[in-house]
């Protein structure tokens, strides 16, 4: 099968010291629906000794997040929901998580109650966001309740961030290596949120640079990366004039082809 490389011009970070990979062997199955991967054993998120450091990790910053923060923070915010609008406190939406599986993710609600709420993502200004939601969403504390998806398994703190069904359907016809962005669990933030690029969006360049940025993620990934990502993202969520310090950039350089082979 001919490969058909990412074709983006994108840079990385230079504080993570390391190429962007860029994935252009990432083959499909027979459908093309349900891609099936080989790993290298290379890849660092792989070797047990890092996924247990990983999930040692994501249990104890969510404990620490559930005691110290929504123990306090979820009565209150939920007496603001429930004034503010009618509905639930929290939102539920099936998502993909690792290996492409669903899983159900928890938010806190920001929408009034529609039927577009797990079809078409929130647009910026959407008439659907409520005043209490808005505020949410600007301090991303709407995704505060996804740590009761990382004490379960499904997700970590940092990883590619998970996103509609539909949604993952859509982009995967639209870039080709897409999927392999599943092959690790989704995260509350990743590599290309904590450089500012979070939300809904149908800009293909904007997706395209997310797709890059988790898939070197996977490559390289380290728990001081996992650190440096989520001090990042805590500076990314304030205003960009406020956030933004002096860029480090690097350039894109060719991955190894055989990165991901596909299962026979």
């Known amino acids: 099968m001919e490969r058909m490389p990412i074709k983006h011009n994108m840079h990385a970070p230079g504080i993570y010291r390391k190429p962007i990979v860029r994935i252009d062997a990432v083959l499909r199955s027979g459908n093309g629906r349900n891609p099936l991967y080989k790993l290298e054993s290379s890849l660092p998120l792989f070797y047990r000794h890092n996924l247990y450091l990983k999930r040692i990790a994501d249990i104890l910053l969510s404990i620490c997040t559930i005691l110290f923060i929504l123990s306090w923070l979820t009565p209150i915010l939920a007496i603001l929901i429930k004034l503010g609008s009618k509905g639930p406190v929290f939102f539920i939406q099936k998502r993909n998580k690792q290996k492409g599986a669903v899983f159900n993710c928890i938010k806190f609600r920001t929408m009034y109650v529609n039927a577009e709420a797990d079809i078409l993502g929130a647009e910026e200004n959407d008439k659907r966001i409520t005043a209490v939601g808005y505020m949410l969403r600007k301090c991303h504390l709407d995704e505060l309740p996804q740590v009761w998806n990382i004490l379960k398994g499904d997700m970590s703190f940092v990883g590619p ?104």
């Open 161 to 264: 961030r998970p996103y509609m069904l539909l949604e993952n359907e859509r982009n995967e016809r639209l870039i080709w290596s897409y999927n392999a962005r599943h092959i690790v669990k989704p995260g509350i933030t990743g590599l290309a949120q904590s450089m500012g690029n979070f939300g809904f969006t149908e800009d293909i360049d904007k997706l395209r640079e997310r797709v890059q940025l988790d898939l070197y993620y996977i490559h390289h990934w380290s728990i001081l990366m996992d650190i440096k990502i989520l001090c990042r993202t805590l500076f990314a969520i304030i205003p960009k004039d406020k956030a933004r310090s002096v860029p480090h950039e690097m350039p894109i350089t060719e991955a190894p082809g055989n990165l991901y082979e596909k299962c026979t």
